[in-house]
């Protein structure tokens, strides 16, 4: 019964909740009597700096009676001097009281101050006599200053012996304080004593509930959290012991990758907890399309692993991944709510592909991320699989490096004016001067930069360069808006605004003069932190577009309740438009569209001055595409400006 009690998460608790309090109280009763004894030193030195003050007050009455005596004795002009010296000596302490003195020091100080200018006046007055040789009118002055001093005296008197008793009083008081404050620290100190060693008997009694979870916290060590699958440490562990029987048996063993390929929107959308009761399920599915002897495991996110020892030939090994992808491909039910994921997996073997469970691993990453990219379900590990994964690995390195040695260049390709052919702007291009392959389109490195995270600093540096060249082209008499690609990564990012605010001022470009042209499925990821970011934008004055309208799937719907300027349409209602006649209806339905909500409407890809003038009679503001340019660097697209006859250039908004 007792041990029970000691163990108890109760008895814990309350031992723990009471030593911490006890801690607390002693704790706080040792600096209360800190602050107390330094608030008694404060006071006790405020009350001696006034009493010091009244003392002086009495010893400049003193001299000055004194002085008169011995001029009055004397006779002589040569005492007169310090009668005159000692002539209103006290009226500076009297000020001093009367600032910094308490309400009762302030009233003396005024009662005092109206004798001792009396006095301070007979004074000057019987000096003033002896000097003119009257000395019946000094003697009569003394007289009167005599009388004087004995009421200032008495005055003094009942200040300085009040001030005594003050002090007295204010130290009897702050030492029954201190005193009581002494007490309950003592009595502090004891019960936490007791508490300590109630502590310890309880520490003693969980020594033998700490042994019973070793072995769970072991467990638990080996296992994910939220599926109880086995983790990387376990999978690993367990693919070393299947190598060994293999190697001793010659039985091969195979190992999957799992990546779940849409996880990432529905956890991002629909949120966290729902998206860790959607790997729940996979976990269940996974374990119920594999055999006991099989390990599933959860590597992290939305990736799982399974090793299948004694597995015959790859040919088995991709019986069971076709197993896999059925059970993960039927809809996921949760909530109500049907969910389709769908996974890519990668398969490697061993002895055929690897040496150890690391070079296994690997392989079976190259080979995921091969059926990822490719969108085959299912790739089994190939040796020229290691060309394209680590040249992709290559170019992620190569991508964080030329971000930081400015090996990214700027494109910019004008957008005009449909009706006059006026330059309305440039969308910036970005490419990829690398030292090895030559000029690298986006298209080589702006996936990888989407997948790593690097997007974000890439479209910082796209900015900062952009609207430093726009800077450069204002300086020269042009002023060109410039449009900016932006990812979901950025739309998600709540600093985002600030960051556009701080390059806009570093450039001292207006934020009219920037476009920043976003996609529908940036949006849709996550509309709500989207909005928000975008109507912080829209607040700055920089102009959004929506980019490749009419390519999504909720294109009308999301536009009309976003904060958006400008709609994009699409190269591919725009190119065929004259010879495709649904691509010409989405075009003059999507500018209608445009039109009811106000839009200013910005066709791409427009090839030749037949689709011009097309676009231009159906309404279209602005045309971008080869017609016009092609996208041009720096040098060159000022030189296209210089030999443009520039009909209507926006004006300066600097």
Same mark, same amino acid.
């Given at each position: ?257 799992? /990546? ?319 010879? /495709? ?74």
């Amino acid at each position: 019964m007792l041990s029970n009690w000691v163990e108890s998460r109760t008895t814990v608790q309350t031992t723990v909740i009471s030593l911490t309090i006890g801690l607390a109280a002693l704790a706080g009763l040792a600096l209360w009597t800190s602050l107390s004894m330094q608030r008694a030193a404060g006071h006790l030195h405020e009350l001696n700096e006034i009493s010091d003050r009244w003392g002086l007050v009495v010893q400049n009455v003193d001299v000055a009676d004194h002085a008169l005596v011995d001029y009055l004795r004397s006779g002589t002009p040569v005492m007169r001097q310090p009668v005159a010296n000692a002539a209103g000596a006290a009226q500076e302490s009297l000020r001093w009281i009367e600032d910094h003195g308490g309400t009762a020091d302030v009233r003396a100080a005024a009662i005092v101050g109206d004798l001792y200018g009396d006095y301070s006046a007979l004074l000057r007055e019987t000096v003033a006599a002896g000097d003119r040789g009257d000395t019946t009118t000094a003697s009569q002055k003394a007289d009167q200053a005599e009388l004087t001093l004995v009421s200032l005296r008495k005055q003094l008197s009942a200040v300085v012996q009040l001030k005594r008793l003050e002090t007295t009083d204010y130290l009897r008081s702050a030492e029954g304080e201190n005193g009581r404050l002494r007490f309950a620290a003592v009595i502090a100190f004891i019960v936490d004593l007791g508490l300590v060693g109630l502590c310890g008997v309880v520490l003693l009694g969980h020594r033998r509930q700490i042994l019973r979870q070793a072995a769970k916290s072991e467990h638990e060590a080996m296992h994910d959290a939220l599926t109880g699958l086995a983790n990387r440490t376990l999978l690993v562990q367990r693919a070393r012991q299947a190598i060994g029987r293999s190697d001793r048996t010659g039985d091969p063993l195979g190992l999957f990758l799992i /990546d779940l390929n849409r996880f990432k929107p529905i956890n991002d959308t629909l949120g966290h907890a729902f998206g860790d009761r959607l790997l729940q399920h996979v976990a269940n599915r996974l374990t119920a399309a594999v055999r006991d002897v099989d390990t599933v495991a959860r590597l992290g996110g939305d990736e799982f692993a399974v090793l299948l020892p004694m597995v015959s030939s790859p040919a088995n090994a991709l019986v069971v991944a076709e197993r896999v992808h059925r059970v993960l491909e039927d809809a996921f039910d949760l909530d109500g709510l049907s969910v389709d994921v769908g996974c890519s997996i990668g398969v490697a073997m061993y002895p055929a592909d690897s040496a150890d469970v690391h070079e296994l691993l690997k392989h079976a990453d190259i080979a995921m991320y091969a059926a990822k990219r490719a969108r085959l379900g299912t790739s089994v590990y190939e040796p020229g699989l290691d060309v394209d994964g680590t040249a992709q690995l290559t170019v992620i390195s190569d991508l964080r490096r030329a971000l930081d040695q400015a090996e990214l260049v700027l494109h910019y390709q004008p957008k005009a004016d449909a009706r006059t052919g006026a330059v309305r702007g440039a969308e910036v291009l970005c490419r990829w001067q690398h030292p090895r392959l030559g000029l690298l389109g986006p298209d080589r490195f702006i996936p990888a930069a989407e997948e790593t995270g690097l997007i974000e600093p890439l479209t910082r540096y796209v900015l900062d360069h952009a609207l430093a060249q726009c800077h450069a082209w204002h300086l020269t008499g042009w002023d060109v808006p410039v449009s900016v690609n932006v990812g979901a990564q950025c739309l998600h990012d709540t600093t985002f605004p600030d960051q556009v605010a701080g390059l806009l001022a570093r450039h001292g470009r207006p934020a009219s003069a920037l476009t920043l042209e976003i996609t529908e499925s940036a949006i849709i990821a996550d509309p709500i932190r989207a909005s928000d970011v975008l109507t912080r934008l829209r607040e700055l004055g920089v102009r959004l577009s929506i980019d490749d309208f009419g390519t999504g799937y909720s294109s009308i719907a999301y536009l009309r309740t976003m904060p958006v300027h400008e709609m994009k349409i699409d190269r591919s209602f725009t190119t065929n438009m004259r010879t /495709d006649p649904s691509s010409g209806a989405i075009t003059r339905s999507l500018l209608g569209l445009a039109r009811n909500l106000e839009l200013e409407v910005v066709a791409e890809g427009v090839e030749d001055e037949e689709t011009w003038s097309a676009l231009a009679a159906l309404g279209c503001d602005i045309v971008q595409g080869y017609c016009l340019s092609r996208p041009l660097p720096p040098g060159e697209f000022a030189a296209w400006l210089r030999d443009r006859v520039l009909d209507e250039l926006p004006a300066s908004t600097s």
